[in-house]
């Protein structure tokens, strides 16, 4: 009888922090079916938000990384982006993850758009003597 080598089951998930023009924090967990073997990385997907849905994944590390956590620093200021996660063992990398909620970097700050207006101050009444 043939057995197949186990890949890893999906991580939950994604929780996505320090969210910044131009990076976000993502962090994730390990699954909890490692395959038949330790799991030994993660790879990691971002997914551009259009219309409410993901219009492509892309791949933010090219090699699998060890840690539990992940600094995306390609952001496009101002963009909607879902992540999701896969976990690589020796057998290769099993599937995704669920894609985390969606977050929204923030505008540039050196955008003529971001930066405050003046405020014209009214006074709503006369002062007398």
């Not at 967990?29 to 030994?40: F, H, I, M, W, Y």
């Not at 956590?69 to 020796?90: G, H, W």
Request: contains cysteine; aromatic residues 8%.
């Amino acid at each position: 009888m043939f057995l197949r080598a186990a890949v890893p089951g999906p991580p939950a998930a994604p929780e996505i922090s320090n969210i910044l023009s131009t990076s976000c924090s993502v962090k994730y967990q390990l699954p909890v079916d490692e395959g038949d073997t330790q799991v030994t990385g993660y790879h990691v997907q971002r997914g551009a938000v259009i219309g409410g849905a993901v219009v492509q994944w892309e791949m933010v590390n090219s090699t699998p990384i060890t840690a539990l956590e992940l600094i995306d620093d390609q952001l496009k200021p101002n963009s909607e982006y879902q992540f999701r996660v896969a976990a690589v063992n020796k057998n290769g990398m099993g599937d995704f993850s669920p894609h985390s909620l969606s977050i929204t970097s923030f505008p540039d700050p050196e955008s003529e758009s971001s930066r405050p207006s003046a405020i014209q101050r009214y006074m709503p009444y006369a002062l007398q003597y």
